[in-house]
Structures are given as structure tokens and as C-alpha cells.
């Protein structure tokens, strides 16, 4: 089986998109504020939106299953206040529950979190608890940075976000650390914010000690950890400088890689380095790179291309990467795959 | 010969920071203030401060050139004001000066500017110009986050730092594109920030024309270009989708990158995946990572080790990264070598 681990739903029919731009102009004018219930989409709007786009994908390069979540750039935590982000995700959430009902063989969800600047992550209980119990989710997607690319919240390390870590570790739930869109000038949200992000919260782990408080959370790097493969080096002897442990001990039972990464020699590298253990396989699709690659003449996201052809993968190291890992790491996936004889 | 393009002052005498010190306290209690002309370090104190530390490693490794500026976490460009940016870096840039005086044949100067957060580029223009006119300097590094980690200068392709470059295609002076500390702490100083801002710096030139108006103009992007190289399918898929040349004609007549990438795979990697005739030697040596790789023995800043060592180099490659690629981009450093015949 092969199991991708971070799909977004990019292609929710736009009566969704209308929601969203109706809630923003209630922040400024009450009036047109609408209500939840106001956004209507029907099975079949969502049945088309998925299986012509992801399941024509998934069909077409062999995935047969995709851990799905909130469209990533769309979380849009800054915007408005707590009650705006919680509205929002769990009309997000809810459509992605949908999907894995519509798809229980192909989809299985994430949840976005109700995160908002300056608001204690704890608020975001709630919803993340509905998503579990009510909605089978098997992960969550956590932004570091809900400001949107001002990045005024404290590093992951901080205990503010411990009653996050405390129901991912009580929920068997593991954490993708990821952003969603930038509002500073500065940073391109997917060719610069994402990235930035994924070395970031590496490095945040990497100065801290919070695997210690919480031996058994674990956190997906997503984009194959930004420039953390390339730079294993560096990141080694940093951790060295400042007496900490060596990497694998120190944060590999703990921080996972996906294969998010575009073209074969990044992934070359990235089964270099990182050990076959910590490394899931992934392509963000469809997402923020959807074009050919000349080069090649295939979609720059159909990673399971560069997976098979790197010759640094066993075919035992496949399947940990295409499906053992993630049964491993998510343990509700593993235990919602076996529930179906899967 | 081997140019090593990316070396700071980072071994100073402690009488520099002491001054700093002085000079940070006074911001708050102008009675404490120093004069520039307080800071007193002997030629032999500048002497032994090198002879021991950059030359020697130098020697060992046998490494002919650095080009020599300011110790980049120092410049804290954040800090104070635009007069106290002014007489800090005067003083850096001065001081590097004596070390390329005292050195000719090893150490050639590039110089920091006096940026400060929310003052116009243009203010700098008179310290580089000294710089060039007076010093000799062959390079200037660039602040792209004046502000230190919380990014509140519009982009690089913003003209207001067009001043800055009119200046350096005048002078025929490239850039290296580099931060300094980072206040923010989401982002540590040299595992996070500094790459981050390679990779932001790149997606900034990427999304915009900036080459279009100056043709000539040139930027080294430090520390391997951040996650540039790792993610090249990323970027050429961003660019295809944003209807942007291809990377190689959109940017890498006007980009380069350093080798400051601190392990065998990321050297092959970079070398596999940016063009020959892109890639400069560096170390950044005395920086950031110190210590010995106890998987080869060796120092992590041993860069030379790894592009001796990579396959993907002819003899004729190898020249281009160690010297050729440099007198080419640094015009005024060539120019310098051949007024003494090297």
C-alpha cells in the first residue's frame, strides 16, 4: 500500500472560497458576516472536486491512500480573532470528514487547529478533540507561526503550547508543523514561509529539551525539512556545539521527514542522510508546484517517481517509506487500516 | 590558488566587543557612551588574533585567500539607531581593513554597511564608497533583515535599495546576501535565520524583475543558498508557474552560491544540482559550526575536503570554484591579484 501523508484539500469547490471572503468582510462590516450554516455543498460538488483532481491523481501514479487535511495556504490563522479561526476550521474539518466518508478507501483525515496570534494554543482543544472523537482524524497540522509570517509566537518549545503536546500524546495523534500563508511582504508563502518554517521548528527542537518532557510526541517536518538534509551537517555539528546529544538521539525518535521534495536529487540526498525510519513518504498534491518538469517530462509533485528510482531504497526501505513508517508513526491510521482488514 | 570568498572577523580582539558593549549601554545612558576613537587595538594584537585562528587554518588547509569582513552576527544591524550602525560599522570595516594591510597576500577586505531598521539604503552609500575608494574592498554584504529577525524591510526588489545597487554595479561590487543576529526567538541566529534568509533573499529575486534593471548586478547567496539547491525542483516549478524564464537564464546569471554546506552530501547535491560556474568556494571558517565531525574526523567548515572529494567535478570544474568563478564575479578582487601579478 502506498499511503501519502500530506494531502491538502486545494480544490474545494469555490462556493467555499465565497464563505471565506464573506467571513473576512464581516470583520470589518458586521453585516455581511455570514453564518456557518449559510455554506452549503453537496456530496456531489465534493465527490467531483476529489475525483476528478487528488483520486485522478492518486489512481493515475498508484497512491492508494492520502492523509487529508485543510488546504494548508487557506488556514489563514491571522486573520480576525479566535472565533473567526474557530469558525473556520471547523467548516475546514468538516468538509475533510466528509471526504473520507465519501472516500474511506483513499482518504482519512487531519485536522487544522483553530489557532489565532496571541491566543492560547489551548483554545484550540475543542476542536481538535471533536476531530478525533467525532471525525477519526489521525494527525493534526500545527502552525508555528499564526501570525502569518511575523512569527510573534514563542518557539514550539514553550509551555504554552504543552496542552497541545499533552492531547497529541494522550490521542496517539502525531503533529505535521506547518504554516499557512504569509502576510509579510518578505516571504513567498510556498517558496520561501514554508520552507523557512520546516528549519525553524527543527531548530526549535533541536535547541530545546522538550523531547524529554514529551518522549512519545512526534512531529512531521513537512517538504522533505526544508533545508535541514542539505544542511545535516551543520545541524550535527550545532547540536554538538551546544552540547546536546547526537541528532538521532536527540530528536529522530521524535522528528520525521516527508518527500516532499521536487526533483530526484533532493530526494537522493534526503535518503542519504536521514534514516529510512524517519522518513515518510509524501507529494503535497495538489499543491504548490503543479506543473511538468521539463526535464523529465512528469509532474514535479509525482515524488513516488524519485522514491522508486533512488538507488539508496532497498525495497524493504520502500515499503517503510511508502506504508510501515506511517502505520508507525500514526497509530490511529494503523489501527483505522487494520479495523478494515487492511 | 584558493579563494575563499566567505570568511568573517569572528576572532577579534575582546577589546571590539568590550567597545560594542560600551556602545549598546550608552543607547540607554549616553553618559557611558564611547568615542570611536576609545577603541585601541595594536597591529600585533590584530596579528596574533588571525596568525592563530583564520591563518592558521588557513595554512593547514591550504587555502591562499579569504575575502574578509565584519563578523556577521556583529553587525546587529537592529540595534540603535542609524548613527549607531554608522560608527559600529566604520569600525568593523576599518578594522578588517588593517587585517587585509597586514595580510596583503591572504586576507582582501569586503565591507558591512551601516543599515538600520526603517532608514532608507541609501543612508549607507557613503560608508561603501569609502569602503571601495579607500579600503579596497571587493564586496559588500548585504542585510536583506536589517530589523534582526522580525523582517520589516520590503524585499530586495523593493527601490528603495536600488541606490545600493546603482552603487554596486558603479563599483562593480557583488553582494553577498547576509543576516545578522537574530532578536527573534523563533529563529536561531545561524541554524535557522541565516539560512532562512538565503532561501528568501532567492524566492525574492525569483518573484520579481530585479535582474531586469540591472543587468550586471550580482548576489552570492551564502551558506549553499539555504535550501535553494534541495528544493531546485521546487523553484523551477514556482518559476514556471509564476511565467518566469527558466531559473538559469531568470537568475543565475545574477546568483551564486557558496560551498558553506558542512557535509559530503550537500556538496554533491549542490554540485549535482546548480551549475558549475555558480558555485564559489567558502567555508565561513572561524563561523558557525566549530567542532570536528566525529564521522569524518575532520572540522564540519572543512569544505575543501568535500569538493576535493566529490565526483560530480572535473579538474577543470575544481578551478572554477576555487578561483576562476570568483575573479569572475569579483572583478575588483581579480583586478587586485593580477595588479601582483597572481
Same mark, same amino acid.
Given at each position: ?15 467555499l472560497?465565497?464563505?471565506? +471572503? ?27 472536486s ?5 483520486l ?32 473556520? +476550521? ?7 470528514h =466528509?471526504? #473520507? =466518508? ?6 482519512i ?22 476531530? *478525533?472523537?467525532?471525525?477519526g ?22 509551555r ?6 499533552? #492531547?497529541?500524546? #494522550? ?7 506547518? *504554516?499557512?500563508t ?27 529539551d ?25 545541524? =550535527? ?10 541528532? =538521532? ?29 524517519n522518513?515518510?513518504?509524501a507529494?503535497?498534491?495538489?499543491? +504548490? ?54
Amino acid at each position: 500500500m502506498i499511503i501519502d501523508i500530506h494531502g491538502h484539500y486545494t480544490t474545494a469547490p469555490k462556493a467555499l472560497e465565497d464563505w471565506r +471572503a464573506r467571513q473576512i468582510a464581516g470583520l470589518t462590516d458586521p453585516s455581511q458576516a455570514p453564518k456557518a450554516s449559510d455554506l452549503s455543498i453537496s456530496d456531489d460538488a465534493l465527490i467531483e472536486s476529489i475525483e476528478t483532481n487528488q483520486l485522478a491523481k492518486m489512481r493515475e501514479r498508484g497512491l492508494d491512500l492520502t492523509v487529508f487535511s485543510p488546504r494548508a495556504s487557506f488556514m489563514a490563522h491571522h486573520i480576525g480573532d479566535f472565533q473567526t479561526s474557530a469558525t473556520w +476550521a471547523a467548516i475546514c474539518n468538516e468538509l475533510c470528514h =466528509r471526504v #473520507a =466518508r465519501l472516500f474511506p478507501d483513499h482518504f482519512i483525515g487531519a485536522a487544522m487547529l483553530p489557532q489565532s496570534p496571541g491566543v492560547d494554543p489551548k483554545t484550540c482543544l475543542p476542536e481538535l478533540e471533536k476531530c *478525533v472523537t467525532e471525525y477519526g482524524v489521525v494527525a493534526i497540522n500545527l502552525n508555528p507561526d499564526p501570525s502569518g509570517g511575523h512569527w510573534t509566537s514563542p518557539p514550539l518549545s514553550d509551555r504554552s503550547w504543552y496542552p497541545i503536546y499533552e #492531547a497529541m500524546v #494522550a490521542y496517539d495523534l502525531p503533529a505535521m508543523i506547518h *504554516v499557512s500563508t504569509s502576510c509579510n511582504a518578505c516571504f513567498h508563502t510556498t517558496g520561501a514561509h514554508y520552507l523557512n518554517a520546516d528549519t525553524t521548528a527543527f531548530m526549535q527542537c533541536l535547541t530545546s529539551d522538550l523531547f524529554k518532557d514529551f518522549p512519545t510526541l512526534k512531529f512531521i517536518i513537512p517538504h522533505g525539512g526544508g533545508a535541514v538534509p542539505y544542511h545535516w551537517g551543520r545541524f =550535527r555539528g550545532l547540536a554538538q556545539e551546544l552540547k546536546k546529544p547526537q541528532l =538521532r538521539e536527540h530528536l529522530l525518535h521524535n522528528i520525521f521527514f516527508d518527500t516532499c521534495v521536487y526533483h530526484q536529487p533532493g530526494i537522493d540526498l534526503l535518503t542519504t542522510v536521514i534514516p529510512v525510519d524517519n522518513i515518510l513518504f509524501a507529494s503535497e498534491m495538489i499543491g +504548490a508546484v503543479r506543473g511538468i518538469d521539463p526535464e523529465t517530462g512528469h509532474a514535479y509533485d509525482d515524488t513516488r517517481r524519485y522514491i522508486d528510482a533512488t538507488l539508496n531504497l532497498s525495497d524493504e526501505d520502500r515499503f517503510k517509506v511508502y506504508e510501515g513508517n506511517a502505520r508507525r508513526v500514526y497509530p490511529r491510521l494503523d489501527r483505522a487500516l487494520k479495523a478494515k482488514g487492511r
